[in-house]
């Protein structure tokens, strides 16, 4: 008799969180000390949007959310926002801010970052790079804060540089890497053996496919990996066993136009594969994730039912 196949991982739920909002978007997902937090941004429209803010929900279980944070900057559209936890404990959020012009226009990006205190109140936005400097997500490794920014110009491609910090506030740049077909959002993450791997979105098309990097302390020489699939908004988690959990944003071109969804791929050795599709269509992606006991709860937004909207999805690994 044939051994039935693997059922894991299997798309347990999905559920809507939020759509107060004209647009929903941008999310990241963490759980601390027993509450999950999503991040998202909200505005009147995807693209730049003077009145970008960034709202935080709070949940027991991660099914269930309540308002926690709006958090905003007069004339700054803030976006992306992403979390990480600080070697004392404490929550760290960072994301986007970007000044516009009357017309829409970029006048310069940056980033800003915020601390939570011990009773969960959040300090006041500081700019801690240069301006035109948007330093992702960052991820921490022995008491210590790595992450990749990519620089904004006008004119040229976009450059993306390694950067460190050791209170979240100020930041060292390492080294820029030579990575060509404008590399833009990085996600950093690093292994039980503190092996740093680094997710690039490269391109402002659909064509062009993202890399996987990966290096050993010192961090100074990196090996490279296509993936083959062009993913906006990337995030992955690493498991203890070396896999690699992914999930971006997928755009596929075919004769009838291009079509986005937000997918859950695997990357198992030298392979990538493609999961499960969550339910999405059109302006979607900008996924976050948190891995407990077995379950992946996985953040997004979508368009699928019109309306943009925050979206839960629960998968079970069956690890």
């Known amino acids: ?41 909200e505005a009147e ?67 800003k970052v915020a601390i939570f205190n011990e009773a969960m109140e959040l300090e006041p936005l500081i700019t801690p790079l240069e301006l035109n400097e948007w330093l992702w997500r960052i ?57 740093m791997h680094l997710l690039v979105r490269r391109g402002i098309d659909w064509k062009t496919t993202a890399l996987l990097g990966e290096s050993k302390p010192p961090y100074d020489t990196f090996k490279w990996f296509d993936t083959g699939f062009s993913l906006g908004g990337p995030d992955f988690l690493i498991m203890d066993d070396g896999k690699l959990w992914i999930t971006a944003r997928l755009i596929y071109g075919t004769p009838y136009g291009l079509f986005a969804l937000t997918a859950l791929l695997l990357k198992s050795g030298d392979d990538l594969f493609r999961k499960i599709y969550f339910p999405s269509f059109g302006d979607t992606g900008y996924p976050g994730m948190s891995y407990q006991n077995g379950e992946l709860l996985v953040s997004y937004y979508s368009t699928h039912h019109e309306k943009t909207a925050i979206y839960i999805s629960k998968v079970l690994l069956g690890q």
Do not use: C
């Not at 693997?6 to 739920?13: E, G, I, K, T, V």
């Not at 803010?53 to 976006?79: A, K, Q, Y």
């Not at 820029?176 to 092996?195: A, L, S």
């Open 1 to 41: 008799m044939a051994r039935p196949k693997n059922p894991f991982p299997f798309l347990a739920s999905t559920h809507k969180v939020w759509d107060k909002a004209p647009h929903s978007g941008f999310t990241d997902l963490i759980r601390h000390k027993d509450v999950y937090y999503l991040a998202f941004r």
């Open 45 to 111: 429209a995807h693209q730049f949007s003077n009145n970008g803010v960034i709202r935080i929900l709070r949940s027991p279980d991660g099914l269930t959310f309540e308002p926690f944070l709006l958090v905003e900057e007069e004339g700054i559209d803030l976006r992306d926002p992403h979390f990480s936890v600080m070697p004392d404990g404490r929550l760290h959020l960072m994301m986007g801010g970007l000044k516009l012009d009357q017309e829409g226009k970029i006048i310069h990006t940056g980033t």
């Open 139 to 195: 991820d921490w490794y022995q008491g210590v804060g790595y992450g990749v920014s990519y620089r904004y110009d006008h004119e040229e491609p976009y450059a993306v540089s390694l950067f460190k910090t050791l209170d979240g506030e100020r930041f060292e740049k390492l080294r820029t890497f030579d990575i060509h077909e404008w590399p833009n959002e990085t996600t950093t993450r690093f292994d039980k053996n503190g092996t």
